[in-house]
């Protein structure tokens, strides 16, 4: 069986086969504040309340702090049904719904979580099934406590060795949408498995960013078979595990050894080229943060090139770590003092302006740098803005630079 | 929800849309129901793409769209604002799988076929069942293939949420 089989049988307690459509109990249903309103209506509209709230956890971060008045009145209601409900309640500030849901070890190897966001695939870092849905799926999954899946076929993909110095898993992660593209993964489960040095190259925080833009290439889960630095965090069950008759759609390579950085040119994240064919173009704002790349070793990696530099002049940059576990800890570590010094600013931690609401978004003409997920043509604000996905390093070169940087360049 | 009520017309057309229109294009995240009001946010529907289609769309008018259709944000709101226009059923080459999933739940059949959205151009007149999956266009009957059985039962009781409020439960679950 593949992973996504192991644990789809695991949970019914019987061998599943791709394509049969199955109800199954889920561990976890998470929602956020901009998607909670219409989970509530829905609620309502079937007079339900949740079946189990300790397994439904409520996290404010896609507008965080409130915008507008809409805003904070629909947080205000959120807030209001958290507490009635008595479900798992993250204020503003505690970080994005993917990483407080690791962090707070709701996702763990072989569970089945679904989330009102579509990069929930996020928690098939630590072994999980995570899968996005809309509000009334989710509402459903916390009303009944189940939802309906169809059990996925499988896309295999291994990465092998370790990378370059500054050669990071949002590269591999880049390297792996462009080849599956933009859809060649929709419906399927993508099963990723490190090896010869991989595993020990990834840990958790890399094996998120794979897991998490698998989504991008339309699966339903990102699984990274557990190995390296899950198996010290995490009791991994026997059972999880692809076994040798699992049966792959298709099989990808990818050799990390000769990897180069990488980024997604606008408008869609299958848009995957190197550094160099965009080298020199200006750029007004880079964003260092969001569930793909706002945790502690991204913000390393961005305050290791900003050490004792300055953003350029004409550039302004932006840093939000992905949890306020991030935050504190960038503090302490001295990461904050380097890239403020450096001069950039801080957000509260939460999806930032990823999704063009708030907190930086772009003007016609901008171009931004960006280490988030998603490059759609209006995705940051303006539709004539432009937005390039690129590693936290190559965000930070750029930052210096004021341009897109070449890979060979020594600045 | 206030649906507009499905009346086709003697006019409905073919708003025809390429591969790959994802759910930003669809409903640009910054016009979120929460946003700007969940009253007005289905009149910014398409407002990059196809800025006219929330003023011009009537019920009866049938969105026709190439591959992937809908990739993306899981926001159900996209779909949601296209319903609320009065959009109740699609024909697209493939869909990607959360936005065919909301699709079911809101109540939108969500059709397949090459054939359809080879011959349809924007503005061709068509009309269409959503019942019966029969679609006139161009001066040919074609006749789609309906939604696998599980859905089926929940877009026969209007969408999956009605199915579930009268059942208690998902298809297929007694």
């Known amino acids: 069986m593949t992973l ?41 509209e079937l007079g339900a309340a949740p079946r189990h709230p300790e397994r439904v956890s409520l996290v404010y971060d896609h507008v965080a702090p409130a915008s507008n008045v809409n805003v904070a009145e629909a947080q205000r209601r959120g807030r209001e049904w958290a507490r009635r409900s008595g479900v798992n309640f993250y204020e503003v500030g505690r970080g994005v ?15 089945l979580i679904v989330g009102s966001d579509s990069h929930s695939t996020s928690y098939g870092a630590v072994g999980a099934f995570g899968t996005g849905m809309g509000a009334t799926d989710i509402a459903l999954a916390i009303a009944s406590g189940k939802t309906w899946l169809r059990v996925p076929e499988s896309v295999r993909v291994t990465f092998r060795g370790r990378p370059r110095p500054g050669v990071s898993a949002k590269d591999a992660a880049l390297e792996m949408v462009g080849r599956l593209g933009s859809g060649g993964a929709t419906y399927m489960a993508v099963e990723i498995h490190l090896q010869d040095g991989a595993e020990r190259a990834f840990g958790r925080s890399e094996r998120i960013t794979l897991a998490n833009l698998a989504m991008e290439a339309g699966a339903k889960a990102g699984i990274v078979a557990p190995s390296g630095e899950i198996l010290e965090l995490y009791e991994v069950p026997d059972w999880l595990r692809a076994g040798k008759d699992a049966v792959y759609v298709r099989e990808l390579e990818i050799d990390l050894t000769t990897l180069t950085p990488r980024l997604a040119a606008p408008f869609y994240v299958d848009n995957v080229h190197s550094l160099g064919e965009y080298a020199g173009a200006a750029v007004d704002f880079v964003f260092v943060g969001t569930c793909t790349n706002g945790r502690i070793e991204d913000l390393r990696a961005a305050a290791e090139v900003l050490r004792g530099r300055r953003v350029a002049p004409g550039t302004r940059m932006l840093v939000v770590p992905a949890s306020s576990q991030v935050l504190q800890q960038a503090m302490a570590e001295g990461v904050l003092q380097t890239l403020v010094e450096a001069g950039a600013t801080i957000g509260t931690p939460g999806c930032g302006p990823c999704m063009g609401r708030h907190m930086g978004v772009a003007a016609a003409g901008e171009r931004v740098v960006s280490t988030a997920n998603r490059n759609f043509k209006g995705r940051m604000g303006s539709p004539q803005a432009e937005v390039y996905l690129t590693s936290p390093r190559t965000a930070a070169r750029a930052a210096v630079l004021g341009r897109i940087p070449d890979e060979e360049e020594q600045e | 929800m206030n649906p507009t009520s499905h009346i086709p017309h003697p006019t409905s057309r073919v708003w025809k849309f390429p591969d790959n229109v994802n759910t930003d294009d669809i409903l640009p995240g910054k016009y979120a129901p929460f946003m700007v009001g969940e009253d007005v946010f289905q009149n910014y529907a398409f407002a990059h793409l196809r800025p006219e289609f929330a003023r011009q769309f009537r019920p009866g008018d049938l969105i026709v769209a190439g591959r992937n259709l809908g990739l ?38 969500p059709f397949v076929s090459e054939e359809v959205v080879e011959k349809a151009k924007d503005g061709d007149e068509v009309s269409y069942d959503v019942s019966t999956g029969v679609i006139e266009l161009g001066g040919r009957i074609y006749r789609l293939q309906p939604p696998p059985a599980f859905l089926l039962a929940a877009l026969e009781e209007g969408s999956l949420l009605a199915y579930f409020k009268k059942h208690g439960d998902f298809p297929g679950v007694e």
Do not use: W
């Open chain 2, 72 to 109: 993306g944000s899981s926001r159900e709101y996209a779909p949601e604002a296209l319903y609320k226009l009065g959009v109740r059923a699609i024909v697209a080459r493939s869909y990607a799988r959360i936005f065919y999933r909301n699709l079911v739940n809101l109540g939108i059949v």
């Open chain 1, 97 to 111: 719904c993917h990483q407080v849901l690791v962090e707070e070890g709701v996702a763990r190897p072989g569970a």
């Open chain 1, 4 to 44: 996504a089989q192991a644990i789809l049988s695991h949970k019914l307690g019987r061998r599943v086969q791709p394509g049969e459509l199955v109800v199954v109990e889920v561990d976890h249903a998470m929602t956020i504040d901009s998607i909670v309103p219409t989970v509530i209506d829905r609620l309502e």
